[in-house]
């Protein structure tokens, strides 16, 4: 799996299933495959939630919902193919499911790796500019520019993914993928929040002086940064150095949770998207209330008519109307 995240540009032509290239170490086949399986489940959970709460019609399509619905998207792309992989290392790295979903799960994974972290980036500058120059921004920041740059950065995660798909060994250029996919966001995600944290610290005393507000924000910027940096930066120093490769599936672990952190950093730390959360629930609940009550009242009475039922044929049983003879018979039932 390694060698399909590093995979860029293609060389050579392999009869060798990539999927099939690395020997297991000890206890992997069996601690890996549990940490897949909590991402897993939670990533899935929170990226179905965000796109369920963004996506209702009720709530206000905005820029940064766009990018957190695609986020979200890419993430979930990412996390179908992961049980693949958690059956691949608990087999002992045999992959079981043929050459060509190898290839499609490692393009998965190539489309996350760009995909998300570009989506990252994007949020990043949006979050900048309307903070930092509000009244300027407003004209660009729209909802037609917003899913443009969405469907550009879709198309550069697919042609990224091309020689995974195409080819089944390529020639690892782990220099253009660290530059690519880490240190160029990582640098411009730096620089947006470093910006927003100097200008919230020259403008509080123009936000209503309130230093809650301040602390919180501040918050949001160090979990968004320090989440990016700590998830990703040991695989690509790892792979930049081309070193300890016996660590490489546990910092690939580190990596792909950031798809699970993701919903929590984005949505549910914001006081935005638990308002949008607890206003779709006060939408919901009266519905889904007055279902259960129906239900309930109609297993109620199928119960109760069921009961009668019942009684009524065993009172037949017991003392049929038909045999006068038989009633004596019934006394010692």
């Known amino acids: 799996m390694a060698m399909t995240l590093s995979n860029l540009s293609v060389t050579t032509n392999s009869s060798e299933d990539p999927c099939d290239s690395i020997s297991p170490s000890l206890h992997q086949n069996k601690l890996i495959p549990t940490i897949y399986s909590v991402i897993f489940v939670m990533g899935f959970v929170g990226n179905v939630l965000v796109v369920f709460v963004l996506c209702q019609k009720s709530n206000r399509k905005t820029v940064a919902n766009t990018y957190m619905v695609n986020l979200a998207l890419s993430d979930l792309l990412f996390l179908v193919s992961l049980p693949f992989w958690a059956v691949y290392y608990s087999f002992d790295y045999n992959w079981v499911f043929g050459g060509l979903m190898c290839k499609l799960c490692g393009s998965l994974i190539s489309v996350n790796v760009y995909a998300s972290i570009y989506f990252i980036t994007c949020m990043s500058v949006d979050r900048y500019r309307a903070i930092v120059y509000p009244l300027q921004s407003q004209c660009s920041r729209n909802l037609c520019r917003a899913r443009v740059v969405s469907c550009v950065i879709w198309t550069i995660a697919g042609l990224m993914t091309i020689p995974t798909v ?4 390529t020639h690892y250029l782990n220099e253009l ?37 301040l602390d919180r924000v501040m918050k949001m910027v160090v979990a968004v940064v320090l989440a990016f940096f700590i998830c990703w930066f040991p695989f690509h120093v790892l792979t930049f150095l081309d070193a300890i490769i016996a660590l490489m599936p546990f910092t690939l672990c580190l990596g792909f949770s950031n798809s699970a952190i993701n919903p929590f950093i984005y949505c549910f730390v914001g006081n935005h998207f638990r308002e949008l959360l607890w206003r779709l629930y006060a939408e919901k609940a009266p519905s889904l209330s007055q279902k259960r009550d129906s239900i309930s009242t109609r297993l109620s009475s199928f119960s109760r008519n069921e009961n009668i039922s019942m009684s009524t044929k065993w009172s037949l049983i017991q003392c049929p109307v038909f045999s006068t003879k038989l009633r004596p018979m019934c006394d010692f039932l």
């Open 166 to 169: 195409a080819f089944r060994d």
């Open 177 to 213: 993928k660290n530059i690519l996919a880490f240190l160029v966001p990582f640098g411009v995600i730096a620089s947006c929040y470093y910006r927003i944290a100097k200008h919230l610290v020259m403008e509080h005393s123009s936000l209503d002086k309130s230093s809650n507000n």
